[in-house]
């Protein structure tokens, strides 16, 4: 597969061998049949179907199929994957062995109701994009103390600063006003286009204010040879109480000409889902 930059779905299912391009569009009309409504596009460099926010991405790998953004669903249909490989959002579909299409579509219809439930809530997550800016607003079911902790914490920061479909290592994390930090992000999948590295994104920066349980800002930089993406990136974390809970404010600033607003959101999106699900749950 040479491509790395896909512009629609065809484009990346055509990269594969005509037996996993079949499964590939079987899995394309499976979520299209359970979600006439959902629109399907690319995002980090995946096939991915959207309807009242992201519903699913799926990929293919070596030795199997991956779907993402699928938490909920993992807990909900439990037994039913236990014969699969999963985690927090993901499952992995061997491709060795009949590809479960039934259960995919029960998958997606949860989703799909899922998706609506939230849209319906007052408290729906909030996003404004301009040109160089992202802002969204996230309600974690969580003190504001347990949230902040897992700001600050670089076990925790690896376990949920990075999107669906890609792998963050920490090399450095000193939390503290004037501190370093500097991580990767790599994809999962041959088929991500690093900013980095082929298919890593490094960035490095440091720890400009933190206000114990309400406020962190940092400055990062993504490391790259490509002026379009050079620049330092302004991002604020605020923390309010709200409902029992804590809504998490984050504005993610001077985003460089070449970063995608659109992406970045939907990067930001499923790192602060994974950060809910990880207080949420300890």
Known sequence: MARTHFRSVDEYISTFPKDVQDVLEKIRRTIKEAAPASQETISYQMPAFTHDGNLLYFGAF????????ASGAVEAFKDDLSPYANAK?????????????????????????ENAQKARKDRANVVEMTDNSTRITQHIHAPRAKVYRALVDANAIAKWKVPMGMTCYV????????????ISLTYDAPTGEGKTTAHTDTYHGRFVKL????????????????????????????LVDADGGTDLHAEHAGLPRGVSPADNKTGWRMALAKLAALVEAT
Do not use: C, S, W
């Open 89 to 113: 959002g993901a499952i992995r579909f061997p491709l060795d062995k009949p590809i479960p299409f039934a259960l995919i579509r029960e998958i997606v219809k949860f989703r799909a109701k």
């Open 211 to 238: 206000v114990p349980n309400e406020q962190v800002v940092e400055v990062d930089e993504f490391e790259t040879a490509d002026p379009a993406l050079r620049g330092e990136m302004t991002i604020t974390i605020t």
């Open 62 to 69: 070596k030795n199997h199929i991956g779907l993402y953004g």
């Open 171 to 182: 090399h450095a994390f000193d939390a503290r006003v004037g501190g370093t930090l500097r």
